[in-house]
């Protein structure tokens, strides 16, 4: 079903508030304006955003975006996302528009590795003593 309004400005408000609550620094206080995301979610609102470039989504597009799809009723969401994906995807754009928002970010980049790859390159380097970089995992 369609998001009403009225739940959407309070997704949004409790969504701006956890970000509040978890971040420490002020916007544009030692933040980039680009970043990267890794998350299933961020690839397909990548996909939906920018059409013609689906690595990258500009932030100043993603309240829009935030409103066509929670205008939608699931059925029509599942049209551009897998059925699980299409059952969270406005929480995630509104979460993502909340923290682009609170600091100052302009483009997120969707980048296939994870953090899972992260995690098991950080602990081979530290299991195998080797500084250098390992090769990718998957």
Same mark, same amino acid.
């Given at each position: 079903?369609?998001m009403?309004?009225?739940?959407l400005e309070?997704l949004?408000t409790?969504a701006?508030?956890a970000?509040?609550e978890g971040?420490n620094?002020l916007p544009? /206080?030692?933040v980039? !304006? &680009?970043s990267f995301?890794? +998350?299933?979610t961020?690839? @397909?609102l990548?996909g939906?955003? /920018?059409p013609h470039? !689906? &690595?990258r989504?500009?932030? +100043?597009?993603l309240g829009e @975006?935030?409103?066509?799809l929670?205008a939608?009723?699931?059925?029509?969401?599942?049209?551009?996302?897998?059925p699980g994906? @299409?059952?969270?995807?406005?929480?995630g754009a509104?979460?993502?528009?909340?923290?682009?928002?609170?600091?100052?970010?302009?483009?997120?980049?969707a980048?296939e590795?994870?953090?899972?790859?992260?995690?098991l390159a950080?602990?081979?380097?530290?299991l195998?003593?080797s500084a250098g970089?390992p090769?990718?995992?998957r």
């Amino acid at each position: 079903s369609r998001m009403l309004p009225r739940d959407l400005e309070r997704l949004r408000t409790a969504a701006s508030a956890a970000v509040e609550e978890g971040l420490n620094i002020l916007p544009g /206080e030692g933040v980039p !304006t &680009s970043s990267f995301g890794s +998350s299933g979610t961020i690839k @397909a609102l990548a996909g939906f955003v /920018e059409p013609h470039n !689906t &690595s990258r989504i500009d932030c +100043s597009r993603l309240g829009e @975006a935030v409103e066509e799809l929670s205008a939608m009723k699931l059925s029509q969401r599942r049209q551009y996302f897998s059925p699980g994906r @299409a059952d969270i995807i406005v929480a995630g754009a509104v979460i993502l528009e909340a923290l682009a928002g609170r600091l100052g970010i302009r483009t997120v980049e969707a980048v296939e590795a994870g953090l899972r790859d992260g995690l098991l390159a950080s602990l081979e380097r530290s299991l195998n003593g080797s500084a250098g970089s390992p090769a990718p995992v998957r």
